[in-house]
C-alpha cells in the first residue's frame, strides 16, 4: 500500500522544502495539500468538524506554489492537491496551473476535486452554492479541452473556450483525478462523469460506501479495474490500514499535523512503521 501525507502548510509551518524532502528521503509515497484563499470572518458558514475553525485554515499557503517548490526537490514523490475547490478557479488559468506543474514534475500530479464547505468563501469568488456541483463539472470539460492534443472548442453552460493551441499537456492527457467529499449519490455521480477515483475524506464507511460506488461506476460503463479509491487525512492505526487493504485500496493519505519541523518530523517517524 502507498502511503502518503497531507498538510495544512502554513507561514507557521514546515515549509514545503523540508516537508518534501524528507518525505521522499523516508520513503513516503505522496504529498497532497488543501487550499483556501481566505477565509471571512463574519463566518456564517459552521466549522464541519464543530467547534471553532482552527486557525491554519485562514493561513494555508497556495497549494500549486507550494507543491511547485516541492517537486524541485525531489524526483520520485507524488504531488496532489486535497482538494482543489474548482468551481472557486478560472478554468483556463488553472488548467495552465496544473499542466505546468505536472510537466515539470515528470507526470507525478494528482488532482483532487472539491465542492466546498464555506459560502462565504465561495461567494467572493462569484459562486452560487446551490450550482457550485455543475459549475465544477463545466470547468472540468473545459480544462480537458485545453488539455486535448489537437486545439478542442468547448461551450458550457457557464464557460467556453475557443479551439486553443495550450502547451505544455500533462503527461497521459490529463492528470489522475480524484473527487473529495461524502459518500452519496451526487458524489458517485460525478466520480463516474470526469474522474478516475474518489477520495473520502476521514476514510470511515468504505465497506458499505465503495461496494455502491463501484455498481454505479461499472452501471456508466467505467471498468471496475480502474476506480482508485483513496481514503485522505487519516489518523492511522495498523487495524484500520489492514482494513482498507482487505478492500483492495492500494494508496492511503495520512494526516499531519499543521506544526513546525519538529513536531512534523516527529509524527512522520511515528508514520514510518505503516511504510
Known amino acids: 500500500m ?11 509551518t514546515i515549509t514545503p522544502v523540508r516537508l ?61 492537491t486535497g482538494v482543489t475547490l474548482l468551481a472557486q478557479h478560472d478554468p483556463i488559468d488553472l488548467a495552465k496551473q496544473i499542466a505546468t506543474l505536472d510537466h515539470l514534475s515528470g507526470g507525478r500530479f494528482t488532482l483532487g476535486v472539491g465542492f466546498g464547505w464555506n ?22 470539460a473545459l480544462m480537458r479541452a485545453l488539455w486535448s492534443e489537437q486545439p ?32 452519496g449519490p ?28 463501484r455498481q454505479v461506476w461499472e452501471a456508466a460503463g467505467r471498468d471496475a479495474a480502474d476506480l482508485q479509491v483513496v481514503p485522505y487525512a487519516v489518523l492511522p492505526t495498523p487495524g484500520k490500514l489492514e482494513h482498507y487493504g482487505q478492500l483492495g485500496i492500494g494508496e492511503v493519505v495520512l494526516q499531519l499535523p499543521p506544526a513546525g519541523e519538529d513536531e512534523v518530523l516527529r509524527t512522520l517517524d511515528e508514520y514510518a512503521r505503516y511504510l
Do not use: C
Request: negative net charge.
Open 20 to 80: 518534501a524532502t524528507e518525505l521522499e528521503r523516508r520513503g513516503f509515497a505522496g504529498l497532497y495539500l488543501p487550499e483556501h484563499t481566505h477565509i471571512p470572518v463574519s463566518r456564517e458558514t459552521p466549522n464541519p468538524s464543530g467547534g471553532e475553525l482552527p486557525r491554519e485554515y485562514g493561513r494555508t499557503l497556495d497549494p500549486f506554489v507550494a507543491l511547485g517548490q516541492a517537486s524541485a526537490v525531489t524526483e520520485r514523490l507524488g504531488l496532489g
Open 152 to 183: 478542442t472548442a468547448y461551450k458550457g453552460e457557464f464557460g467556453s473556450v475557443q479551439a486553443s493551441e495550450a502547451h505544455p499537456k500533462p503527461h497521459g492527457g490529463a492528470p489522475r483525478v480524484l473527487v473529495g467529499g461524502a459518500a
Open 119 to 140: 459560502k462565504e468563501e465561495a461567494a467572493d469568488h462569484g459562486v452560487r452554492w446551490s450550482t457550485r456541483r455543475d459549475l465544477a463539472r463545466d470547468r472540468m
Open 186 to 213: 451526487k458524489m458517485f455521480d460525478h466520480i463516474t462523469q470526469y474522474a478516475d477515483g474518489w477520495m473520502p475524506i476521514g476514510g470511515r464507511g468504505l465497506g458499505e460506501a465503495i461496494p455502491a460506488l
Open 2 to 12: 502507498r502511503i502518503a501525507a497531507t498538510i495544512f502548510l502554513t507561514d507557521e
